[in-house]
């Protein structure tokens, strides 16, 4: 070979090289740095012989041993040397054969090796021919898919016969790694250079593939984003000469920065995406746009993840409970073991409670009670009057001005997804043509469906499981009953008069002397005052008026101090006092009549301001047998009064009565105070007791109030409201109650101090009403007759006893 003629030597300076190969007939620049590397190039200039190129074992070492260098390299001829200002060499040099470094040789200054050639002259076989074709057809696929290596290397290799020469430059001009190179280098015959060499541009033209497809679609992706880019830049510069781009820009910006950081579940925060992308293709005037814009404030608004943690401390809550209200044991109970529940069970549907009973009782204050001692946020929504079923659920946004209902409205306000939400006064909603709006809260009070209630203006399912929903009513008829199913009702009576004496004490008395300006035991009020004003100043269930009252006098008080009438002392208000500060009482307590009188009995009702002392008069005159009612009697109530006259009659034989009698006589029940509207039925024993006393002349005792319905056959039926009835007796000074028996299961709801004044007799059947409630008749009873001149007692014969 004329390559190894140009060296003749075998002992040469060894360069060491990093990170590169060098094969034979490969033309490269190198950069030499290092003092003994010069030096050795020197050597070989100076002698006019060839260099040693071997590959280092580790680049980064810097003073490489024998052990650090790899044994096979190539010698190589010095074409071109040039010094650099830095002190580095560059130097061309050209790989002319494989060489093994067989020794090193003792030289200080630089590497010195001897080397023994390795490249020998082949024939060139037809597979290795075959192979040589095979090679350049998959070299020539390599150059198209690299876009590394020029395209008239094709050319030059076009020209080279020989196989070992055709794969070493190849080699030479693919980008593999070093340790593939060096074993490509390390390889001494031309035919397993070649296959070696086949394989790894295989694989090679496989990844460059692979990297096509990858940089296609990444291209695809460029353009699409690039275009966006331009549109976004075009829309800009247009938004920029308008004077509107950093405002609509800014408010873009920061409705994306919302979104992230509103924690919404992956719907919502895809539908709020889509919108964002909506108004960024609008004009910022748009009407359209403030539609949009409006709907992500919602969005981003809404506490999808914000909760406030319970205060789980019962005895704390009960304490809370206790200060804020006197009594209502049951309401306070109920509380308490929804803390006791939440304590044992991580996450718990909120309750829905149901608060009954009449105006003034505390069923709003109440409902801030709970959410203190809760530890929650409290939200109150008004539903009297409510009409429309867009109040709940909201409008969609196809109409102008469309907004949330108030559920969600609230629930914003509120800022957690676990306030105490109160519905106030359900039983105030009506509906018309525009929708029910009961019908659209029967979704947010079932625990069942309400975990994903959805609202017509958010169109996104919204979580209220979590939520503690309080609805208050003064009446329950009025509320649809599959609403009323979905609620725990908790009644709410009317305070008695103790009570209302303790709740002035404790809570009215001080809170309104504060509120007046008025310093602490400036006003002092005793019990019987307190007493005075419940009884005759006041005529409710609940504590407001008794409230307005206390008010009225401290600003009496405050106005006479302000005035200089009176020096800051202690002012006492006594019951004889109190005329000068209220005026004249506008209410009298029913009390039990000062004698037993034939037709007139006491009755309970019950209002929704508490218990009534309703008195029946029952009067008979010459007629035709015609029945007359007055009062304001509701229609149920007519028709127990019928139901009582029918019974009396069926007993007329009984009762000592004519048979005729009724053909010839009227009859009118009177239920004063004519004013006021009264209806149910449990005046029934009332009117039927004053019936029989008025027909047989047996008076009723005073001192026995009743209530109940009649049947037909004279059976005693259940009636409702019996603490408030009974509350109201005790206010009468009556204490012999007459009960149906079924209502007996009542009387544990009555005060104990209460319940050992009274004497409660339960009946079942009218027998033994009148036994309780009709004086006991004489030993000869007159008989009613009729006469030429009216009605006329007569004497009879016989007596026949009512049982």
Known sequence: MEEKKKIQSNVLPLIPLRDIVVFPHMIIPLFVGRDKSIRGLENALSKEKGIILATQKKPKTNDPSPEDIHEIGTAAEILQILRLSDGTVKVLVEGITRARIDSF?????????????????????????????????????????SQKVPA?????????????????????HMAMKTSDKQRLLEIVSPHTRLEELYKILESEIEILQIEKKVRGRVKKQMEQSQKEY??????KAIQKELGKFNEFKSEIDELKEKIKKAKMPEDVNKKALKELKRLEMMPPMSAEGTVVRNYIDWLVDMPWELRTRDKLNIKEAEKILNEDHYGLEKVKERVLEYLAVRQLVKKIKGPILCLVGPPGVGKTSLGKSIARSTGRKFVRVSLGGVRDEAEIRGHRRTYIGALP????????????????????????????????????????????????????????????????????????????RPLLDRMEVLRMPGYTEEEKVSIAKLFLIPKNIKDHGLKEKMVQFSDATVRKIVRYYTKEAGVRNLEREIANICRKVAKRIAAG?????????SPRSLMKYLGVPPYRVSKKGEKSEVGLS??????????????????????RGKLTLTGQLGEVMQESAQAALSYVRSKSKEMGLSKNLYQKIDIHIHVPEGAIPKDGPSAGITMATALV????????KRDVAMTGEITLRGKILPIGGVKEKLLAAHRGEIYNIILPKENERDLKDIPANIRKVLKVSFVENMDEVLKIALVEPPLNPPKMEIGSHGVDYTPVQSSVPIN
Do not use: C
Not at 152 to 172: F, V
Not at 230 to 235: A, N, P, R, S, T
Not at 693 to 700: F, Q, W, Y
């Open 105 to 145: 040789t003792e030289n200080s200054s630089f590497f010195e090796v001897k080397v023994a050639f390795l490249e020998k002259k082949t024939e060139i076989s037809p597979e290795a021919e075959a192979l040589m074709r095979s090679l350049y057809g998959l070299f020539e696929e390599y150059v198209k898919l």
């Open 152 to 172: 008239e290397i094709l050319m030059s290799i076009q020209n080279i016969n020989e196989p070992g020469q055709l794969a070493d430059t190849i080699a030479a």
């Open 230 to 235: 331009y549109l976004q830049e075009q829309m």
């Open 405 to 480: 209902g108030r559920v969600i409205q609230f629930i914003k306000k509120a800022g957690t997804k676990n306030p105490v939400f109160m519905l106030d006064e359900i039983d105030k909603m009506s509906m018309d043509f525009r929708g029910d709006p009961s019908a659209a809260l029967l979704e947010v009070l079932d625990p069942e469906q309400n975990h994903a209630f959805n609202d017509h203006y958010l169109e996104v399912d919204f979580d209220l499981s979590e939520v503690m929903f309080i609805t208050t009513a003064n009446v329950l008829h009025t509320i649809p």
């Open 565 to 573: 009438g009176m020096e800051l002392k202690i002012v006492t208000i």
């Open 602 to 623: 006491t009755g309970l009702a019950w209002t929704e301001f508490g218990g009534e002392i309703l008195t029946t008069e029952v009067t008979i005159m010459d007629g």
């Open 693 to 700: 006393s008025a027909l047989t002349r047996r008076p009723v």
